[in-house]
């Protein structure tokens, strides 16, 4: 079982930058694919972000590209996503998924961070 908790979100204005960490526990977070996705109040939970096992292959949705960033640390067990320019259309809760791994194991989902961008 792995358990993930995403840290960072918060208030910020638009035009602001968060970076948001999700750290996963046990060993077997190198072999999961790890992707962020958001849920706006009154909306379905949307994919944001993902990167694969080795951090080699991002992807984005078409809103974020080129604002915000995903990256991973396999030795801290932990991804990131940094995001810039933020608009209020970005508010929602943020919530780190590992992908069902190698092993087998997963998916999993944290518990989610609050991420409100005011105007």
């Known amino acids: 079982q792995v358990q993930l908790v995403e840290s960072g979100g918060g208030l910020v204005q638009a035009g602001g930058s968060l970076r948001l960490s999700c750290v996963a526990s046990?060993?077997?977070?190198?072999?999961?694919?790890m992707n962020w996705f958001r849920q706006a109040p009154g909306k379905e939970r949307e994919f944001v972000a993902g990167?694969?096992?080795?951090?080699?292959?991002?992807s984005y949705v078409d809103s974020v590209k080129g604002r915000f960033t995903i990256s991973r640390d396999n030795a801290k067990n932990t991804v990131y996503l940094q995001m810039n320019s933020l608009k209020p259309g970005d508010t929602a809760v943020y919530y780190c998924?590992?992908?069902?791994?190698?092993?087998?194991?997963?998916?999993?989902w944290g518990q989610g961070t609050p991420v409100t961008v005011s105007s």
């Open positions: 998924n590992a992908e069902k791994g190698i092993t087998g194991l997963g998916p999993y």
């Open positions: 046990g060993r077997t977070f190198s072999t999961h694919g």
């Open positions: 990167i694969s096992r080795t951090g080699g292959i991002t």
